[in-house]
């Protein structure tokens, strides 16, 4: 009952940073696809970012979210639990687990 437990907060672990990667990310890949895409619209980085804050607020930022939420968020949860799984499995009793 425990590893089930911590399998499902490795879960959650997972899920959540990947919820949270996509929520810190998504505004500076919005503004390097307009920048791409719009380069006559725009002069600099920042022209991006001041247009499209003034016309259409925080919100012009977060267009098209959620594909990658619903993408990353389960992607995430399944390599930090599949990871975790993986170090038990492999780990021998005779050779301390390190971060080398």
Known sequence: MEKLKEGGRQ???GGAA???EVCL?????VVKTRLQLGPTHFSS???VFKKTYKREG?????????????A???????KFFTF???KLLFASPSIP???V
């Open 11 to 13: 879960i959650a672990a």
């Open 18 to 20: 990947g919820f949270v």
């Open 25 to 29: 990310m998504h505004p500076l890949d």
């Open 45 to 47: 980085l920042s022209d």
């Open 58 to 70: 925080i919100g012009g930022f977060y267009k098209g979210i959620f594909p990658p939420i619903l």
């Open 72 to 78: 990353e968020t389960p992607k995430r949860a399944t």
């Open 84 to 86: 975790e799984q993986y």
């Open 97 to 99: 687990m390190s971060v």
